[in-house]
């Protein structure tokens, strides 16, 4: 069975810019999470969807936004582009809440 | 305040000598542990869990983990280390209450090994 898929794997925006990062989740998984990983910390929490529903958000403005299709795939949107929002951002599908399972990421640069 | 400690930020060790990396959580009830092991420039893949049960866990690539609630700690050990072990370790913990099953990590610890 094909893993979390990401797309694009790399992509280098300039400020002000908005972005579209998509994520693929196990086939069977119907919740996913986005992470925002910043060089030399530790993954930090955005969103998790459920069956299309929000369920969780983490500390973030309202520039991020993302969204859960039918298929369960999912997309994460960034509006008006910081240099701070440069990171590896990190998409994982789960079954439930248990474990979850994650893609390679996309490296977002911004300049 | 609810939080994932790592305290050490950078390991060494010699290949084929024990490892043990340390990680603590201050949650009011015991939260699911989890351990993640992230190559250069890679997304996570899951060593182990702990949800109940045996407090000493088994995982993939030779590593265990064992939790103690007496002191909020589920530390991550493998007797013998390999080169390819070399890549950033984060814990995780997922809070009993929190129903979305959000994951928070810790800072990381950088694991080098020397040959």
């Known amino acids: 069975d094909a893993g979390v898929t990401q797309s694009p794997t790399h992509l280098i925006k300039t400020r002000g810019q908005h972005v579209t990062l998509r994520c693929s989740p196990i086939?069977?998984?119907?919740?996913v999470s986005w992470y925002q990983q910043v060089l030399g910390q530790g993954p930090q929490f955005i969103f998790q969807y459920y069956e299309k529903e929000e369920r969780g958000r983490g500390n973030f403005p309202d520039r991020f936004s993302a969204r859960q299709f039918p298929n369960y795939s999912s997309e994460l949107n960034v509006n008006a582009l910081l240099l701070g929002d440069s990171a590896l951002y990190l998409c994982a599908s789960s079954f439930g809440v248990d474990e979850q399972y994650f893609g390679p990421g996309t490296r977002l640069t911004v300049t | 305040a609810q939080s994932v400690t790592q305290p050490d930020i950078h390991i060494t060790v010699s290949e084929g000598a024990s490892l043990e990396l340390r990680c603590n959580y201050s949650y009011g009830a015991t939260p699911y542990l989890f351990w993640y092991v992230q190559s250069p420039g890679q997304g996570l893949q899951l060593l182990l869990k702990?949800?109940?049960?045996?407090?000493l866990v088994q995982g993939i690539k030779g590593f265990e983990a064992e939790f103690k609630r007496s002191q909020s700690s589920f530390n991550l050990r493998k007797p013998s280390v390999h080169w390819s072990d070399a890549a950033e370790y984060f814990c995780?913990?997922?809070?009993?209450?929190?129903?979305?099953?959000?994951?928070?990590f810790g800072q990381g610890t950088e694991l080098s090994v020397k040959p």
């Open positions: 702990y949800f109940s049960g045996d407090t």
């Open positions: 086939s069977g998984h119907k919740s």
């Open positions: 995780a913990v997922v809070p009993i209450y929190n129903q979305g099953g959000k994951l928070i």
